[in-house]
Nanobody, 121 residues
Framework: QVQLVESGGGLVPAGGSLRLSCAAS????????MGWYRQAPGNQRESVAL???????NYTPSVKGRFTISRDNAKNTVYLQMNSLRPEDTAVYYC???????????????WGQGTQVTVSS
């Protein structure tokens, strides 16, 4: 079994900062891509930032220059530093990781439970 546990959400005023963390644990052979998604009420879940095992990074245009994704492979952890937060960033943020649980096994996508980020205007 694999678990992703997120932390770091909360309520901040516009212009503020938050740092999200997501730690993977359990039966892990290798973690491939890791990323952050978000879902606001009434909206579909959208990709925010992704980072591959080799460090290739992709951001959705609305967060470029404000958010920074990083990962610590030794800790099986991915981070999302969010600066200059805007009310439209308000959403539940979900961690995602593509994980192989055994050598030569199939990689599956796992999700965290979600953490609420609320930005007040």
């Amino acid at each position: 079994q694999v678990q992703l546990v997120e932390s770091g959400g909360g309520l901040v005023p516009a212009g503020g900062s938050l740092r999200l963390s997501c730690a993977a644990s359990g039966s892990i052979f290798r973690i491939n891509a890791m990323g952050w998604y978000r879902q606001a009420p009434g909206n579909q879940r959208e990709s925010v930032a992704l980072i591959t095992s080799t460090g290739i990074i992709n951001y959705t245009p609305s967060v470029k220059g404000r958010f920074t994704i990083s990962r610590d492979n030794a800790k099986n952890t991915v981070y999302l530093q969010m600066n200059s937060l805007r009310p439209e960033d308000t959403a539940v943020y979900y961690c995602n990781a593509v994980i192989e649980t055994q050598r030569f096994g199939i990689a599956n996508a796992y999700w965290g439970q979600g953490t609420q980020v609320t930005v007040s205007s």
